[in-house]
């Protein structure tokens, strides 16, 4: 019983972590710009609907299936995967990596686009191409810091309700977005980009 508690502390301190570093670059970048609530209807008119309707199916199980699992577990009994311990330890080390390299990549982008980069916007062109920091390997490092996330999600709470709703939203986002992101990215740059995407990987660095 002790380890299960321990498990939901540190569920919500990744959990929570992560979503700090988000909320701390884009309030950093609401500070600096005036015309936020523009780009963000931008945003929601060139977000895919698609993506906005899977996140609304397995988005809301998700939050329910974490409010459950806190505070009455047993009802979330049917969905336990019974993982051992050391690999629901192995998830809170991945957990605590994914918000490590989230961190890193938010913190290059703003080094390198300053006011002008904001997490909450996708699908938008941006003043520069960033080739520094983990983009120097990989082209979509938060991304994967969310696939990492969700893994671990699923590792530390050994439910698969839980885990499979987040990994079904972030699998949606990289199958939808990506594409469409690096069409964008190759409209604008032109060859720049397409030299770039030959020298990286889109998840994981290519092997040379």
Not at 13 to 39: C, I, L, N, Q
Not at 177 to 187: A, G, Y
Request: charged share 20%; proline share 5%.
């Amino acid at each position: 019983m002790a380890l299960e508690i321990f498990f939901k502390i540190a569920f919500y301190v990744v959990f929570f972590g992560f979503a700090y570093v988000m909320t701390a670059y884009s309030r950093k970048a609401r500070m600096h710009g005036k015309d936020t609530a523009e780009r963000v209807k931008m945003h929601h008119e060139h977000e895919v609907p698609l993506l906005l309707r899977i996140r609304q199916i397995f988005g809301i199980p998700f939050y329910l299936g974490v409010l459950v699992w806190t505070f009455a577990p047993r009802y979330m009994a049917w969905s336990e995967l019974g993982l051992p311990a050391w690999l629901r330890w192995a998830g809170l080390a991945l957990g605590g990596f994914a918000v490590f390299w989230n961190a890193w990549s938010h913190r290059t982008l703003s080094q390198k686009l300053g006011a002008d980069f904001n997490p909450a916007l996708r699908l938008l062109e941006v003043p520069a191409l960033v080739q520094e920091g983990p983009y120097a390997r990989i082209r979509h490092p938060i991304y994967l810091a969310f696939l990492l996330m969700q893994i671990a999600v699923l590792l530390i709470t050994s439910n698969w309700l839980i885990g499979g709703c987040g990994l079904a939203i972030i699998i949606a986002v990289i199958v939808i977005r990506i594409p469409e992101e690096e069409k964008l990215l190759t409209t604008q740059f032109g060859d720049a980009y397409r030299d770039y995407v030959r020298r990286t990987g889109a998840l994981l660095p290519r092997l040379r």
